[in-house]
């Protein structure tokens, strides 16, 4: 098994090395899981039923979204210790939101493995 420590390391040489190329690794990342959690769950309602089936085995604490009006507010926690993983995770979750069809309006990176980010609903024009 690899360690948290060594991930984080890893991670933040990578960063350091190109922190563009980094987050545009990240930002990848999450297109592709979410086009394919999108195949598995085509509703926000079956990804968190979905999620709750299988959270147990994912390194995510928890997900919580709250609606406030026509804007969505997601927290997840436990997704990394370090500034820099935590960053990739809110790159990651951007994503992910964003092939569930919302518009991101702000992502809140806060170390310790919290992203809050908000969304809204993206309307056809």
Do not use: M
């Not at 948290?4 to 297109?31: M, P, R």
């Not at 089936?53 to 926690?77: C, M, S």
């Not at 994503?95 to 069809?101: F, G, R």
């Amino acid at each position: 098994p690899v360690t948290t420590w060594y991930l984080e390391n890893l991670t933040k040489l990578a960063y350091e090395k190109d922190s563009k190329q980094y987050e545009t690794i990240c930002e990848e990342v999450g297109q592709q899981i979410g086009s394919f959690l999108r195949s598995k769950a085509s509703t926000l309602d079956e990804l968190f039923n979905f999620y709750n089936t299988i959270k147990v085995i994912l390194p995510i604490r928890n997900v919580v979204a709250k609606n406030h009006g026509d804007l969505i507010e997601f927290r997840i926690t436990g997704i990394g210790f370090s500034t820099v993983s935590t960053l990739c995770a809110g790159k990651i979750f951007s994503k992910i939101a964003e092939a569930y069809d919302l518009t991101v309006e702000d992502v809140d990176v806060i170390p310790g493995g919290i992203v809050i980010i908000k969304a809204k609903v993206s309307r056809p024009s």
